[in-house]
């Protein structure tokens, strides 16, 4: 696939894998005087399910959104709109971000047995329409409370 839409692509040689942790860490102030934190710098989970984008674009939407609502009632965009931004957003990065790290703890213990709980969890859970609808949302929208 690769070779097809990028004709200069050359793989030479595949030598050295590396591994490193995966992490997840969200900051407590998500401001400080006049400085925002934003994507990575405010919520880092490791990309096991791929969302740490996706926080960061939320985060946009709603910060987008303040800023649209504060110009359409006169109100000036200051360094207010940083507690706005943080009282808006951390109860779903905290929530989106710890149901992430559960999801990859779960998987380190369940390979640790060699899987007795995830196939029976993931037989039942394949089988479950309400379960398939939630997490097709979840992964399209995040956590939306």
């Not at 791929?50 to 926080?55: I, R, S, T, V």
């Not at 939320?58 to 000036?76: A, C, Q, S, V």
């Not at 951390?90 to 196939?119: A, C, W």
């Not at 029976?120 to 609808?133: A, G, Q, R, S, V």
Request: net charge positive.
């Amino acid at each position: 696939m690769i070779f097809a839409n990028n004709k200069k692509y050359q793989i030479n040689s595949i030598k050295k894998f590396e591994t490193f942790k995966l992490n997840s860490k969200s900051l407590r102030n998500y401001y400080n005087k006049n400085i925002l934190a934003f994507g990575d710098m405010l919520h880092q989970i490791h990309p096991l399910s791929g969302q740490g984008f996706n926080m960061t674009l939320r985060d946009t939407k709603i910060f987008l959104m303040l800023i649209r609502d504060r110009e359409n009632l006169g109100l000036p965009i200051d360094h207010s709109i940083y507690e706005q931004f943080e009282n808006r957003t951390k109860h779903l990065n905290f929530i989106f971000s710890t149901g992430n790290d559960f999801v990859y703890e779960f998987f380190n213990y369940d390979n640790f047995f060699q899987r007795p709980f995830s196939k029976k969890i993931f037989n039942y859970l394949n089988k479950n329409d309400f379960f398939n609808k939630i997490a097709i949302r979840y992964a399209d929208k995040g956590l939306i409370i």
